[in-house]
C-alpha cells in the first residue's frame, strides 16, 4: 500500500496510550498494509501504529522475510513467565542506537486479527521479545523506559548525537 512518514522520539505520541480498535474492515486492513510497508522501509522487525502517529492499538511483526508477517489487534499480555532473558532492542522511532534488556523469555498473548477474530499465541525467545517491545509501545511505554537513568541518558545522548550528525 504505503511507506507512511514515521514518528520520531521524543514525539509526544510514542508515551500515549494507544486506543483500542473498535472497527474491523478495508481501513484497518489499510492499516495493517502501511504498517508492513513502512516497517520494510525504516528496516525493523515490529512497528505499531503510534510509529507513524496513529493512536491505534495494532502491531506488524516479521522476524525474518521466509516467514509471513503477522497482524496483531488490541494485543495484551496474558501471562509471562518468571524467566528471563537478554536481548539486544532499538526502535524505528529512535533508529541507529540499541541496547540490551531484560524481560520474561515466554509469554502467552491475546489478540484479535484483523477481521476481528479472538486469538491466542505463544511465544519465546526473540518473538517473546518482540511482542513485549510492542504491546509497550501501545501502551505508551518507550522501550528506553526499561533501562536505568543513566543507560537511559546514554542512549538518549547517542541518538542526539546521530540526529545532528545526519542533519
Excluded at 497482524?71 to 540499541?98: A, C, F, K
Aim: with cysteine; charged share 30%; net charge negative.
Amino acid at each position: 500500500m504505503a511507506v507512511r512518514p514515521l514518528v520520531y522520539y521524543p514525539h509526544p505520541v510514542l508515551r500515549r496510550a494507544a486506543e483500542p480498535v473498535l472497527g474491523f474492515g478495508r481501513d484497518l486492513q489499510a492499516l495493517a498494509e502501511d504498517l508492513l510497508d513502512t516497517m520494510k522501509a525504516a528496516p525493523g522487525v515490529g512497528i505499531t501504529a503510534p510509529h507513524i502517529g496513529v493512536l491505534l492499538r495494532v502491531t506488524v511483526i516479521q522476524l525474518d522475510a521466509a516467514q509471513e508477517p503477522r497482524t496483531y489487534v488490541n494485543p495484551r499480555i496474558l501471562w509471562s513467565s518468571d524467566e528471563t532473558i537478554r536481548h539486544t532492542e532499538g526502535s524505528v522511532s529512535m533508529p541507529g542506537v540499541t541496547e540490551d534488556i531484560e524481560r520474561p523469555a515466554h509469554v502467552r498473548v491475546g489478540y484479535q486479527d484483523t477481521d476481528g477474530v479472538e486469538r491466542q499465541e505463544e511465544a519465546s525467545g526473540f518473538m517473546a521479545v518482540c511482542l513485549q517491545h510492542e504491546i509497550d509501545q501501545l501502551d505508551g511505554i518507550f522501550w528506553i523506559d526499561h533501562l536505568s537513568r543513566l543507560r537511559r541518558e546514554r542512549v538518549i545522548k547517542r541518538y542526539e548525537k546521530l540526529r545532528r550528525v545526519k542533519g
